[in-house]
Nanobody, 128 residues
Framework: QVQLVESGGGLVQAGGSLRLSCAAS????????TGWFRQALGKEREFVSA????????YYADSVKGRFTVSRTTAKNTVYLQMNSLKPEDTAVYYC?????????????????????WGQGTQVTVSS
């Protein structure tokens, strides 16, 4: 069982930056592929970014490519999402998710249904 806790959300002006953190506890996070998703009010949850358990492969939604960067530190059992050049349309609750991926150190996943564990979410609000 893995527990995920997101932090780092908040209110920022358009063009600003935030760094979200996803801290894992309960068991080792080292062989889990991780993803970030977001859900805006009244909209469906959408994929944002994913990173393999090794950290060597990443994947981004077109809407955030070039602005967001996902990374992870094994020692701290934490995954990060650095968000730069934020836009009002980035406003949403951001969730991290994890799924076991011992079979491949390059596995990344953008389908929410493939993730077994989810955090509670952190609100990001970008004002214009």
């Amino acid at each position: 069982q893995v527990q995920l806790v997101e932090s780092g959300g908040g209110l920022v002006q358009a063009g600003g930056s935030l760094r979200l953190s996803c801290a894992a506890s309960g068991r080792s996070f080292s062989n889990y592929a991780t993803g970030w998703f977001r859900q805006a009010l009244g909209k469906e949850r959408e994929f944002v970014s994913a990173i393999s358990w090794s950290g060597t492969r990443t994947y981004y939604a077109d809407s955030v490519k070039g602005r967001f960067t996902v990374s992870r530190t094994t020692a701290k059992n934490t995954v990060y999402l650095q968000m730069n050049s934020l836009k009002p349309e980035d406003t949403a609750v951001y969730y991290c998710a994890a799924t076991p991926a011992e079979f491949s150190d390059l596995y990344v996943e953008k389908a929410a249904r493939k993730y077994e564990y989810w955090g509670q979410g952190t609100q990001v609000t970008v004002s214009s």
